[in-house]
């Protein structure tokens, strides 16, 4: 049985809940979320205190082969009310930067939304580099819908350049490790998109002798935030299950949430399912969520953070870190399949 925990802390904020008001009351907005899925088979524990919440899953052995760790979190940069120094970025950038520096192979994946509020050259030349600019050259990029209300994302697309795909087309792939890593673009439509689930299609049947899949973008399938599931990223989730991809990321709503493994039809999976993770919590302001699904295992929304993910050769580790290393908490392990 999930056990909640009540607050009204960041319910109140701005014009999101003009939107969703009605849903708010109703809900009461459960914020925190500690759980173990009833059908799940894996073990997971979660302990809750005044000053930590922490969600620990069954941690699987590690090989003695090369890792490599990634730092992820969209929905990042916004400097509308503070300098870039003082926003939630800076601190999010300050855990990434202190990994990279510590290990030189390293990267860090941006899940969208890389500027507020629209995009546009200046956002990222005053706000974004001051902050995760400072790791460009080592960060995999994807966009958001903020990054497209420029026209074309232009401003998205003349910062990251090369960094962010051939063609402006928004997605592209990479062979980290033992991994292949994929960015997807959920903001395109039509043909566009259509031609991006036959790229897709073809990645994953050359998966370039690499045993374990992630991939990312910025609208997620699953989620119990504001803006819920996105059907505009069905049809890549079920070629990513079909090929039994194995981590998915994405931001959006700007909270953490963690999944049950699911299969192409979104359902409990534990052999063969996807690990995905909304990771909405790169440095704009947190928002409400909604009722908990059946397939949440853990989410909060009061903490900024990244998501520390270490790529093993058949395995990884996941660990959501907090700004000023305090606050919720999550971690665990997985097998690729």
């Not at 192979?105 to 030349?125: Q, R, W």
Request: net charge neutral.
């Amino acid at each position: 049985m999930p056990r909640f925990v009540f607050s009204t802390k960041n319910y109140f904020s701005d014009n999101f809940v003009s939107r969703f008001i009605s849903l708010v009351l109703i809900a009461s907005a459960a914020t925190n979320l500690n759980a173990s899925n009833a059908v799940a088979n894996e073990t997971s524990t979660a302990e809750t205190s005044v000053k930590t919440k922490t969600a620990t899953s069954k941690s699987l052995k590690t090989s003695n082969v090369t890792s490599v760790t990634v730092f992820a979190a969209g929905d990042i940069a916004d400097c509308r009310k503070k300098t870039a120094a003082d926003t939630m970025a800076a601190k999010t950038a300050n855990i990434i930067e202190a990994g990279l520096a510590a290990d030189s192979k390293a990267l860090a994946i941006s899940l969208g939304d890389n500027t507020y509020p629209v995009g546009n050259p200046e956002e990222f030349t005053k706000c974004y580099e001051p902050t995760w600019g400072r790791f460009k050259a080592r960060t995999l990029p994807s966009p958001g819908n903020h990054d497209y209300d420029m026209p074309a994302a232009q401003g998205y697309y003349n910062y990251f350049g090369e960094l962010a795909g051939p063609e402006k087309r928004g997605y592209y792939s990479s062979k980290v490790g033992q991994w292949q890593i994929i960015s997807l673009n959920s903001n395109i439509e039509g043909a566009q998109m259509q031609a991006q689930l036959h790229w897709l299609k073809d990645e994953l049947s050359n998966k370039h002798q690499t045993r374990c899949t992630l991939a990312f973008w910025h609208h997620p399938a699953f989620s119990s935030g504001g803006h819920g599931n996105n059907a505009v990223m069905q049809a890549a989730w079920k070629l990513l299950a079909e090929a039994k991809a194995d981590i998915v990321l994405a931001g959006h709503d700007h909270d953490y949430e963690r999944f049950a493994p699911l299969n192409a039809d979104g359902l409990i999976d534990q052999k063969n399912g996807i690990r995905s993770f909304v990771v909405g919590t790169g440095g704009a302001k947190l928002t409400p969520m909604f009722f908990p699904k059946v397939i949440t295992e853990v989410r909060d929304n009061s903490t900024a953070g990244v998501l520390k993910l270490t790529l093993h050769d058949k395995n990884y580790e996941w660990e959501f870190i907090p700004v000023d290393g305090s606050g919720f908490t999550d971690k665990g392990a997985g097998a690729c399949h």
